[in-house]
């Protein structure tokens, strides 16, 4: 299994410009969830999902947005990059229930200029 | 307002020796606490949990202790070796499984 698998490792991105974060997992995960992580702080929630079809908005939802398509991914959209959303991006998975721990990915280092 | 909250950002210590971190939490409808560890340039890995239902859960070298009077937890690491040497965060759940509010870390050296 490759558990929770993140492309592209990283990407420098100019103001303005858009792109797509894909998040896969192979577990048969319900829940899928996208964090941001910033120098010296902990780990922030963007969005995340329950079920396929299914989003909701976290801590930090602003400037971002997401999809599942699919259960086995989840995708992070930026339409317009700004210099503030340079950060590292993670992804997680679990199973539903508050008991039950997250599978991260190993993230997504963005820098925007 | 930051609802779970690492005071330390970072602590070393001697291999062999206790590491405690520790953790405390402003959220009363939190029940269920994980801490998990991150090495540079990885993801997050869990490491051990604690249901609020208890107040000590035990797994090898680590222990997590909470006290919901004080909102408070800690993970003992006994005894501590140097491939511990990692991020450790703290994270608080409520009934709802989305809402992982995670600390902000402490950063933890293990000396040889």
């Known amino acids: 299994n490759a558990g929770v698998t993140q492309t592209p490792k990283f990407r420098v991105l100019k103001t303005g410009q858009s792109m797509t974060l894909l998040c896969a997992q192979d577990m048969n995960h319900e829940y899928m969830y996208w964090y941001r992580q910033d120098p010296g702080m902990g780990l922030r929630l963007i969005h995340y999902s329950v079920g396929e079809g299914t989003t909701a908005k976290g801590e930090v939802p602003d400037g971002y947005n997401v999809s599942r398509l699919k259960k086995q991914n989840f995708l992070l959209g930026l339409e317009s990059a700004a210099p503030s959303q340079t950060s590292v991006y993670f992804c997680?998975?679990?199973?539903?229930?508050?008991?039950?721990?997250?599978?991260f990915g190993p993230g997504t280092r963005l820098t925007v200029l | 307002d930051q609802q779970v909250k690492q005071n330390s950002p970072s602590l070393s210590v001697q291999e062999g020796r206790i590491s405690i971190l520790n953790c405390d939490y402003t959220?009363?409808?939190?029940?269920?606490f994980l801490w998990y560890k991150k090495y540079p340039a990885e993801g997050p890995t869990f490491l051990i949990s604690?249901?609020?239902?208890?107040d000590k859960n035990e797994d090898g070298r680590f222990t997590v202790f909470l006290n919901k009077s004080a909102k408070h937890l800690s993970l003992h690491i006994v005894p501590s070796q140097p491939g511990d040497s990692a991020v450790y965060f703290c994270?608080?759940?409520?009934?709802?499984?989305?809402?992982?509010?995670f600390g902000d870390g402490t950063t933890l050296t293990v000396k040889p």
């Open positions: 997680a998975s679990s199973y539903p229930g508050s008991h039950n721990e997250q599978f």
């Open positions: 604690i249901s609020s239902i208890k």
């Open positions: 959220n009363s409808m939190f029940d269920y």
């Open positions: 994270a608080a759940r409520g009934a709802r499984a989305g809402k992982s509010t």
